[in-house]
């Protein structure tokens, strides 16, 4: 089994950063993208950022600029610097992993349990 645990989420100020952390443990093989997602209230989860393991990445227009993804591959462990936050950046904030178990074994998407951000303007 694999676990996600989020940390990081709390409220600031527009204008203000935040920075979330999702530690990957459990039986894991190798890691290939690892990405966050966000939910806002009646809206569907959308992608943030994702950061596939050949270093590729994939931002979400509007946070193109003010948010970073890194990964620790010695961790597990997958990074979202968040600078310039808006009021529209308040959501619940999921990492993701594709992730396989054991050698030449499919791969396989996790989650984590999400993480509240909320930004005050």
């Known amino acids: 089994q694999v676990q996600l645990v989020e940390s990081g989420g709390g409220l600031v100020q527009a204008g203000g950063s935040l920075r979330l952390s999702c530690a990957a443990s459990?039986?894991?093989?190798?890691?290939?993208?690892m990405g966050w997602y966000r939910q806002a209230p009646g809206k569907q989860r959308m992608l943030v950022a994702t950061?596939?393991?050949?270093?590729?990445?994939n931002y979400a227009a509007s946070v193109k600029g003010r948010f970073t993804i890194s990964r620790d591959n010695v961790k597990n462990t997958v990074y979202l610097q968040m600078n310039s936050l808006r009021a529209e950046d308040t959501a619940v904030y999921y990492c993701?992993?594709?992730?396989?178990?054991?050698?030449?074994?499919?791969?396989?998407?996790?989650w984590g349990q999400g993480t509240q951000v909320t930004v005050s303007s």
């Open positions: 950061l596939t393991g050949g270093g590729m990445t």
């Open positions: 993701s992993i594709t992730s396989r178990r054991l050698p030449n074994t499919a791969e396989l998407a996790y």
């Open positions: 459990g039986t894991i093989f190798s890691i290939n993208a």
